[in-house]
């Protein structure tokens, strides 16, 4: 059976129901035209159509879930997959052996080799390399400085991911290179993966020449990393030698390729995202100085006035507060794509076999039947005698399941180690020409913040 084969309103009353049509769609763009204009005003508004709706993006309907319990269900059903036209893009730029696109039984097996790295008890030992990043910044950034948050913020997310997973004597100048052509990567994959114009984008115009050549030089950097630990016979307990000492289901090695591609998929997803939310905070700190002011105390208060460190992260709840509040309304991941592999069935609505779901954790993360003043920015309604209210799964920004995020623990500790040691040091001011608007692209961000770091 295939979507576009479902009758709307077979059924009724026995058994599932085709879920309704969501309105606004035109002749034969569908919602593709919507979606594409202003995506989060459309997810959002979805919710008033109905719990899953169906969409039509040019000749393909696509469904969407909206309500937090079945996002959740989705999430966990062994019914749904990773697949799609955006994934297989994907693969096509960074690979297509890495855990990030795989499904089933190959997929399992890499969780089981990367998922030692990012076990809570793991985190501790990545302590001093956050500290240390943490705390560069402070001695980067000067008072009264303007600070360019989009590249601080990418360059201190790299740095820390790279050094914590792929410890290397050269790690600080790879550093640099990685994350030169990272940012730039990124800048031009949403694009691809969105709009896909195949051959277009091998012209040699200088924007294609130039995410060419930092496609080229990320996939370069990785068979360095690989090659000089080999090269160097030392087994460092990180998540490369987990890599370097996997081995498949028959106990054979993995290949150079699946180790090749398993650096990408970790790295990618996991230098944007925090690089998103390091710059979704600053943004936040900015606009809500009394907050920065409260995170203050709380890290004098815990630390008497020494440099915040690691151990310190579980006792600043307030911090952690903002963190959570922060990643609620700017979450980094907007969007989640799933393919049925297998009729079957969502909250009383059928879905066919080879459908194509989406649901988008800015919307369920901001809908006013799970949060009471749903767009105000308060860190306290994290405290637990008000968070018990809050609906299960509607607060996911690392998605449950078995496709959950394997980096949460570890975003967790850096982000608010950073916060606490930036906003215990600074106060931020908005400067002219800093542009707050939200840039939508593989994760969400804002444009282009600048800002005045003012020591206190
Ligand atoms: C997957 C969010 C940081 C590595 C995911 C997913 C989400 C997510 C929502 C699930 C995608 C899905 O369900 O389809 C975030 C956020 C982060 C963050 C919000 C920080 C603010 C990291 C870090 C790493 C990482 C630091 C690694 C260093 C990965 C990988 C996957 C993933 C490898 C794919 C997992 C799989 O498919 O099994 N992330 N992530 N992420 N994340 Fe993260």
Redesign the pocket.
Known sequence: MTVESVKPGASPTAGPRVPPVAGGGVPLLGHGWKLVRDPLAFMTRLRDHGDVVRLRLGPKTVYAVTTPALTGAL?LSPDYI?AGPLWESLEDLLGKEG??TANGPL?RRQ?RT?QPA?RLDAIPGYGPIMEEEAHALTERWASGQIVDCTSESFRVAVRV?ARC?LRSRLMDERAERLCAALSTVFRGMYRRMVVPLGPLYKLPFPANREFNRALADLHLLVDEIVAERRASGQKPDDLLTALLEAKDDNGDPIGEQEIHDQVV???T??SE??AS?IMSLLQVLAAHPEHGDKVCDEVEAVTGGRPVAFQDIHRLSHTCNVVVET?RLH???WI??RRAVTDTELGGYRIPAGTDIIYS?YAIQRDPKSYERHLEFDPDRWRPERSKDIPKYAMR???VG???????H??MAM?TLITATLAARYRFERVAGSDDAVRIGITLHPNRLLLRSITR
């Open positions: 999430a990773i855990v990030a997929h969780r990367i990012f991911a997973l998929a970790i790295l997803p996991g995202t925090i939310a990643m979450p980094s991941v989640l794509t954790p920004p690392f998605s078995n496709r959950k995020c394997p980096g949460d570890f975003s982000l």
